[in-house]
């Protein structure tokens, strides 16, 4: 037997394209029917990109009274780039968004696993724990910066439970002391954000087949050799989106932050996005700003790029 077959006219055709009627016109077809979302969609991910690219190249503003498309007439080339290197303040602001990164990634991340330990078997009283512990995850950034702004006042509940514990007044100043801003504004955010950290991590554990636990328990292995050989290994994948999803987050964080302090006192608690807002807002050099949006953009396209190959090997 052949692996072609011959229509009524003596042609020959591919088996895929007898097994569908129509074979390649159809895929025009639907090619043509689709095309316009298609383009649509590339229109409405590449034109913001290219706008920016092109704005970084120039000294543009609004207050220079001329639209943005005829920012060319303010063109500088590279010198936005220049000046962004040579930045005290952009990477002052970088460092202090890498130093809530690295503390609050690992700290959500132990949280949310250790919570999906206690939670992958059943218990009473699982689904109205379950649910509370969602609860921070679903509230409005804004709100949750507000609670904690009012958390963290020198007479709110946390100086109240400190000064339980020590038999003595505590007026600690979170919000306006330098050194503790940071860590309050760190707190909030992994308050809100530890569950969703949790939920990703327990899916992941759900997901690993049962027999194989139960086989390891049969042949005597411990919990912890399960848990190191058989359940982790199987959500190495799951592990590597929780951590990407949020290491780009938190280059992104702003409303918790913003509420809170301001960026403040002085420059604390200023991350990179704060930085961006400041200087859009209440300094209007939008080309400049332009150059920083596209240098974060690179950043986390590479971090992006990294997740997806250590998928592909995983």
């Given at each position: 037997m052949t692996d072609m077959t011959t229509n009524d006219m003596g042609a020959t055709a591919s088996p895929q394209d007898a097994a569908v009627p129509g074979g390649s016109e159809e895929k025009r077809l639907g090619l043509w029917l689709t095309l316009p979302a298609q383009l649509l969609v590339i229109f409405i991910a590449l034109f913001p990109i290219l706008m920016q690219v092109y704005i970084s190249l120039t000294d543009w503003s609004p207050l220079d009274g001329i639209p943005w498309y005829r920012a060319y007439e303010l063109w500088i080339g590279l010198l936005n780039y220049a000046d962004l290197a040579n930045d005290p303040r952009f990477w002052s602001a970088m460092w202090r968004t890498c130093i809530v990164m690295a503390i609050c990634v690992p700290v959500q991340f132990l949280?949310?696993?250790?919570?999906?330990?206690?939670?992958?078997?059943?218990?009473?009283?699982?689904?109205?724990?379950?649910?509370?512990?969602?609860?921070?995850?679903?509230?409005?950034?804004?709100?949750?910066?507000?609670?904690?702004?009012?958390?963290?006042?020198?007479?709110?509940?946390?100086?109240?439970?400190?000064?339980?514990?020590?038999?003595?007044?505590?007026?600690?100043?979170?919000?306006?002391?330098?050194?503790?801003?940071?860590?309050?504004?760190?707190?909030?955010?992994?308050?809100?954000?530890?569950?969703?950290?949790?939920?990703?991590?327990?899916?992941?554990?759900?997901?690993?087949?049962?027999?194989?636990?139960?086989?390891?328990?049969?042949l005597g292995a411990s919990w912890w050799r399960r848990f190191r050989t058989i359940v982790l290994p199987r959500m190495k994948t799951i592990i590597i989106i929780a951590v990407a999803i949020r290491v780009i987050e938190n280059f992104k964080v702003f409303d918790n932050f913003y509420i809170m302090t301001g960026g403040g006192p002085g420059v604390a608690t200023e991350t990179i996005s704060i930085y961006i807002y400041k200087v859009t807002q209440q300094e209007l050099i939008w080309g400049y700003v332009a150059a920083i949006a596209l240098a974060i953009l690179i950043v986390l396209s590479v971090v992006s790029a990294l997740a997806i190959k250590k998928l592909r090997s995983a």
């Amino acid at each position: 037997m052949t692996d072609m077959t011959t229509n009524d006219m003596g042609a020959t055709a591919s088996p895929q394209d007898a097994a569908v009627p129509g074979g390649s016109e159809e895929k025009r077809l639907g090619l043509w029917l689709t095309l316009p979302a298609q383009l649509l969609v590339i229109f409405i991910a590449l034109f913001p990109i290219l706008m920016q690219v092109y704005i970084s190249l120039t000294d543009w503003s609004p207050l220079d009274g001329i639209p943005w498309y005829r920012a060319y007439e303010l063109w500088i080339g590279l010198l936005n780039y220049a000046d962004l290197a040579n930045d005290p303040r952009f990477w002052s602001a970088m460092w202090r968004t890498c130093i809530v990164m690295a503390i609050c990634v690992p700290v959500q991340f132990l949280l949310g696993l250790g919570l999906a330990i206690l939670f992958v078997d059943d218990f009473p009283g699982r689904r109205v724990l379950y649910s509370t512990i969602l609860v921070p995850m679903m509230v409005v950034p804004a709100v949750a910066g507000y609670m904690f702004f009012m958390l963290f006042q020198s007479g709110g509940p946390v100086n109240d439970i400190l000064s339980f514990f020590a038999g003595r007044p505590v007026t600690i100043a979170w919000l306006s002391d330098p050194d503790l801003a940071l860590f309050a504004t760190i707190v909030s955010d992994i308050w809100q954000w530890t569950p969703l950290m949790f939920l990703i991590l327990l899916a992941g554990m759900v997901s690993v087949p049962q027999d194989q636990q139960m086989a390891a328990v049969l042949l005597g292995a411990s919990w912890w050799r399960r848990f190191r050989t058989i359940v982790l290994p199987r959500m190495k994948t799951i592990i590597i989106i929780a951590v990407a999803i949020r290491v780009i987050e938190n280059f992104k964080v702003f409303d918790n932050f913003y509420i809170m302090t301001g960026g403040g006192p002085g420059v604390a608690t200023e991350t990179i996005s704060i930085y961006i807002y400041k200087v859009t807002q209440q300094e209007l050099i939008w080309g400049y700003v332009a150059a920083i949006a596209l240098a974060i953009l690179i950043v986390l396209s590479v971090v992006s790029a990294l997740a997806i190959k250590k998928l592909r090997s995983a």
